[in-house]
C-alpha cells in the first residue's frame, strides 16, 4: 500500500515539473508622452505568479508556468492598469499608465 502511494506521488510530481512555461515581455509606457517608466511593478499574480520590475529601458519579463493569470502592472504617480493574461504561449504585451493626480504648478 505504501508503496503504490509513494510512486502515486512520484509520478504527480514528475507530472508537475514538466509544465510547459511561457514568458510575457513588453514595455511599460506613459501614456500621454510615450516615455519609458523604469522601476514599474508588473505582478502576475495566481498560480506560480511572480513580480517583477522594468528595467532601465521600462522592459519588462516574466516567465510562469501555463495557466491564466492577473496582471497587474503600477508605478508611483500613475495609475495601476490590470490585464487578463492566458499563458499558454510566449506574449508580448506593451502597458501604458495613465498619469494620476495633480501637476505640481511652479
Known amino acids: 500500500m505504501k508503496k503504490g502511494?509513494?510512486?502515486t506521488v512520484t509520478l504527480l510530481s514528475t507530472f508537475f515539473s514538466f509544465a510547459?512555461?511561457?514568458t510575457i515581455s513588453g514595455t511599460i509606457k506613459d501614456d500621454k508622452t510615450g516615455e519609458t517608466l523604469i522601476g514599474a511593478t508588473i505582478i502576475?499574480?495566481?498560480n506560480g505568479g511572480s513580480a517583477v520590475?522594468?528595467?532601465g529601458y521600462g522592459f519588462y519579463s516574466i516567465t510562469a508556468p501555463e495557466?491564466?493569470?492577473i496582471m497587474i502592472a503600477s508605478f508611483s504617480g500613475y495609475k495601476s492598469d490590470t490585464l487578463k493574461?492566458?499563458?499558454f504561449?510566449?506574449?508580448m504585451q506593451?502597458?501604458?499608465l495613465t498619469p494620476q493626480g495633480k501637476e505640481l504648478e511652479e
Do not use: E, M
Request: net charge positive; glycine share 4%; no cysteine.
Open 5 to 7: 502511494i509513494l510512486l
Open 20 to 22: 510547459q512555461k511561457h
Open 85 to 87: 493574461v492566458s499563458l
Open 53 to 55: 520590475l522594468s528595467n
Open 94 to 96: 506593451t502597458i501604458l
Open 89 to 91: 504561449k510566449d506574449l
Open 67 to 69: 495557466n491564466n493569470y
Open 44 to 46: 502576475l499574480s495566481g
